[in-house]
C-alpha cells in the first residue's frame, strides 16, 4: 500500500488514487501503469483513449499551484504513463518488454543473423555493394541495379509485414498459454523479435542506399 499525496488514504500502487483522483505517482510497470494485464494483445484504439484520458487527469499544469508532495506525484505519473505509452503501443517494444519482465534480452547490438535470414542478408549486401559501385559510375547499370533495388526494398516489406503478424500471432498464444510452455514460448518470441530487428536494420540499409542515389 502506498500513500495518496492528496487525500492521504492508503491506496494500492497505481496512476491515479481510486478514492479521490489524484495522481499517486507509484512504480508500476508500464502494463499496471494502464490497470492492464500483462498481456501482449492490446487493443491500440483503447490504449490511446486510455492515454490521452489519464493524460488529462494527471497532467501537472493542473497540480501547478499544488502542495510539492501533489506536483512531485503528477511529473512522476506522467513521465510513467509517456513511457508505457510508448513501450506498449508498438508490438515490438511491446515484445522486447515482455522480454525485459522475464528476464531475457536481445544479443547485443543484434550481431548474430538469425539462421532463417542468413541467405537473404547475404543477397542483399551483395546486391548493395554491386549497386554502390555502379552508383560511382553511373550509366544503364546504374539505373537497373536502382530498379533492383527498389523491387528488392518492397520484398523485404512484405517479409516484414509476414513477421508482425507471425509476432501478433505468437502474442496471442503467449497471452492463452499463461505459464504453460513459458520457456518455449518466449524462446520463440525472442527468435522472432531477432528476426525482425535485424529485418530492420536491412530495410535501413537499403533506404540509405537509395536515398544516396536520389540526392546524387
Given at each position: 500500500?502506498?500513500?495518496?499525496?492528496?487525500?492521504?488514504?492508503?491506496?494500492?500502487?497505481?496512476?491515479?488514487?481510486?478514492?479521490?483522483?489524484?495522481?499517486?505517482?507509484?512504480?508500476l510497470d508500464?502494463?499496471?501503469?494502464f490497470?492492464?494485464?500483462?498481456?501482449?494483445?492490446?487493443?491500440?484504439?483503447?490504449?490511446?483513449?486510455?492515454?490521452?484520458?489519464l493524460?488529462?487527469r494527471?497532467?501537472?499544469?493542473?497540480?501547478?499551484?499544488?502542495p510539492?508532495?501533489?506536483?512531485?506525484?503528477?511529473?512522476?505519473?506522467?513521465?510513467?504513463?509517456?513511457?508505457?505509452?510508448?513501450?506498449?503501443?508498438?508490438?515490438v517494444?511491446?515484445g522486447l518488454?515482455?522480454?525485459?519482465?522475464?528476464?531475457?534480452?536481445?544479443?547485443?547490438?543484434?550481431?548474430?543473423?538469425?539462421?532463417?535470414?542468413?541467405?537473404?542478408?547475404?543477397?542483399?549486401?551483395?546486391?548493395l555493394?554491386?549497386?554502390?559501385a555502379a552508383?560511382?559510375r553511373?550509366?544503364?547499370?546504374?539505373?537497373?541495379?536502382?530498379?533492383?533495388?527498389t523491387?528488392?526494398?518492397?520484398?523485404?516489406?512484405?517479409?516484414m509485414?509476414?513477421?508482425?503478424?507471425?509476432?501478433?500471432a505468437?502474442?496471442g498464444r503467449?497471452?492463452?498459454?499463461?505459464?504453460?510452455?513459458?520457456?518455449a514460448?518466449?524462446?520463440?518470441?525472442?527468435?522472432?523479435?531477432?528476426?525482425?530487428?535485424?529485418?530492420?536494420?536491412?530495410?535501413?540499409?537499403v533506404?540509405?542506399?537509395?536515398?544516396?542515389?536520389?540526392?546524387?
Open positions: 500500500m502506498v500513500q495518496c499525496p492528496s487525500c492521504a488514504r492508503p491506496v494500492e500502487p497505481a496512476i491515479t488514487c481510486p478514492e479521490c483522483g489524484a495522481p499517486v505517482g507509484s512504480d508500464c502494463f499496471a501503469a490497470g492492464l494485464p500483462r498481456k501482449l494483445q492490446i487493443d491500440a484504439v483503447r490504449l490511446e483513449q486510455a492515454y490521452h484520458d493524460g488529462r494527471i497532467h501537472p499544469d493542473r497540480f501547478a499551484s499544488s510539492v508532495r501533489l506536483r512531485d506525484a503528477s511529473l512522476r505519473a506522467t513521465a510513467l504513463l509517456t513511457r508505457a505509452y510508448r513501450t506498449l503501443r508498438d508490438p517494444s511491446r518488454y515482455a522480454l525485459e519482465l522475464n528476464g531475457i534480452k536481445l544479443a547485443e547490438n543484434n550481431k548474430n543473423v538469425p539462421v532463417e535470414l542468413a541467405e537473404l542478408v547475404f543477397e542483399v549486401q551483395e546486391q555493394a554491386d549497386f554502390n552508383r560511382s553511373g550509366g544503364e547499370a546504374a539505373r537497373s541495379l536502382n530498379s533492383e533495388v523491387a528488392r526494398r518492397a520484398g523485404l516489406r512484405l517479409t509485414d509476414r513477421l508482425m503478424d507471425e509476432l501478433n505468437l502474442f503467449i497471452d492463452a498459454n499463461g505459464a504453460a510452455g513459458h520457456d514460448l518466449y524462446a520463440e518470441l525472442k527468435a522472432t523479435l531477432s528476426k525482425i530487428a535485424y529485418l530492420r536494420t536491412l530495410i535501413r540499409d533506404d540509405k542506399e537509395l536515398d544516396l542515389t536520389r540526392a546524387a
